[in-house]
Structure formats: C-alpha cells, structure tokens
C-alpha cells in the first residue's frame, strides 16, 4: 500500500512532534533533579556555616541561626519556582 506525499510527510511530523514531547520530558526530570540537588547542597552549606558560626560566637546564635533560616527560605523558594517550571514544560 503506498502512501500519498502529503500522508508521508504527516506521519513524519506526527513522528518528530513525538520525539520533541519525550525529550522535553526527559529535559524536566533531569532539570528537577538537578534543581533538587543545588537546593540541598545550598542549604547544607548554609547549616554548616551557621553551626561554625555559632560555635565561634555562641552569644550570637540567635541572629545566625534566624539569618539561616531567611536564606534556607529563599532556596526553597528559588528552588520551587524552578520544579514548577519543569513542570509546566514536562506537560506543556
């Protein structure tokens, strides 16, 4: 059974429209892996240099560990917005 030119070149964009939507699937996931790992790396920092902190400067706990909870905040947010935007681009 032959196919007409206009039926050929339809399966090939069905085709190619199936290979972008997969590899922009596989785009998202590894982009919210990768965002996951840099938002934990981030905030462990953050903890480890405030637990040094305040062994140094005990007097200080208060503002070092409320400092720390302000940037642990802020990844998380930074963090969020960018799962979401995999998101959107894993099912858009």
Do not use: C, H, W, Y
Request: aromatic fraction near 4%; proline fraction near 2%; charged fraction near 15%.
């Amino acid at each position: 059974m032959l196919q007409t030119p206009e039926e050929t070149q339809a399966a090939l964009d069905l085709a190619k429209a199936t290979a972008d939507f997969g590899l922009a699937k596989l785009g998202a996931g590894l982009g919210a892996g990768i965002v996951a790992i840099g938002a934990g790396l981030g905030i462990g920092k953050i903890g480890a240099a405030a637990n040094e902190g305040i062994a140094r400067q005990p007097e200080a706990a208060n503002d070092i560990s409320g400092g720390s909870l302000i940037l642990a905040a802020f990844i998380e947010g930074v963090s969020l917005f960018a799962v979401v935007v995999t998101l959107l681009i894993a099912l858009g």
